[in-house]
């Protein structure tokens, strides 16, 4: 099995790829390196597993072949090329940038150093996404495609260590910044077209956030429209779901389990997978990642991780514009 560390244990990091680390057949987990001694030592790990503070104390360890990165978006450049320039296999959180201009970063690297980059937009893995790709490319649906995305999965909370979170990550970008990154990717694999933005908008529930809390954009997929809105930080939000509507049907991907629901002339029909969204598609991802280490190719790669980032910038950017 190919040794691996995990850098970042705070709410995705010890939430999620920790145990999805911990389950893989594939990959041994044998360091996890995190600054916040606090976090460090809550964390509970096999014995095997040694608790460092830093990423280049793990790139000291030869045998690590792989680095899982569940960092903040405005950390992680710097730790993505480190260990890409030290030889490793590296997973990325995504954002992988908080901009554009911070992903530049990434032009430093070879072309071989970035080979060996994945890029964590997780879901993309889930075959709710290649059974709604199946419907679009089948024609099930008809087309073209109305798509509407509503991505409200932060409310606020009395928790002050999220509320805190989620603040300083609002402060670092609009809520399409950090979700847009997956949902774009998402609309670009099933729509089979790159976004243009047609027009955008945004605004601000409280005068006391650090950005526009509430973001949306009218964009063009080819032939397709898309009506994407995301939000957090008020007391009660919108449900998450995408919804496709064609001249032949209607499928609602529920945004929480990723049960879809699709109505055609014939009635209506749930398809549910296996399981729960999350575990299935943090244990996709690394299965991914485990054939990367194994010669395989990255995906998703960091050119649909830059992609998905430049998206999401020019949605923020139109809306700053217009408000
Ligand atoms: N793929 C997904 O479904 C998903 C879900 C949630 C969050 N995320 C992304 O994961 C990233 C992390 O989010 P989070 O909610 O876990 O944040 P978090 O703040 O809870 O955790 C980040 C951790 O990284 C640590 N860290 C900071 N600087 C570091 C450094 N230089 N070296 C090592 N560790 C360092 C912090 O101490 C913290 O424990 C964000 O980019 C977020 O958008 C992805």
Request: net charge negative.
């Amino acid at each position: 099995m190919d040794e691996v560390g995990l850098v970042g244990l705070g709410a995705i990091g010890a939430g999620a790829h920790l145990q999805a680390l911990l389950r893989s057949k594939r990959l041994r987990l044998v360091a996890v390196a995190e600054p916040d001694p606090v976090r460090r030592a809550a964390v509970a790990l096999p014995d095997r597993v040694a608790r460092r503070q830093t990423l280049e104390e793990l790139l000291g360890e030869d045998s690590i072949r792989g680095v899982v990165l569940a960092t903040p978006p405005w950390v992680t450049p710097g730790l993505v090329v480190a260990a890409a320039r030290a030889g490793r296999f590296v997973l990325a959180e995504k954002p992988i940038a908080t901009d554009p201009t911070a992903a530049g970063s990434y032009d430093r690297l070879s072309a071989d150093e970035m080979g060996r980059i994945q890029v964590g937009l997780t879901y993309r893995h889930d075959p709710a996404i290649r059974r709604l790709r199946e419907m679009i490319t089948d024609g099930e649906l008809g087309g073209p495609l109305l798509v509407r995305a509503h991505i409200y999965d932060e409310v606020r909370t009395d928790d002050a260590g999220h509320a805190d979170l989620i603040e300083r990550t609002l402060a670092a970008g609009p809520p399409v910044i950090h979700e847009g990154a997956h949902v774009l990717d998402w609309l670009a694999y099933l729509l089979d077209a790159e976004p243009t933005v047609r027009d955008a908008w945004s605004l601000r529930t409280r005068q006391d956030l650090p950005a526009d809390n509430l973001i949306g954009a009218r964009l063009g997929f080819g032939e397709h429209l898309a009506l994407v809105e995301f939000g957090w930080l008020t007391d009660g939000l919108p449900r998450v779901e995408l919804t496709l509507t064609g001249d032949r049907g209607t499928a609602v991907l529920d945004g929480q389990t990723f049960a879809i629901s699709l109505t055609t002339r014939a009635g209506s029909e749930p398809i549910t997978f296996a399981g729960d969204r999350s575990s299935r598609c943090f244990d996709l991802q690394l299965e991914r990642f485990a054939d990367l280490i194994c010669g395989g190719r990255a995906e998703p790669d960091l050119a649909a991780g830059r992609a998905a980032l430049r998206w999401s910038a020019a949605i923020a950017t139109a809306a700053k514009e217009r408000s």
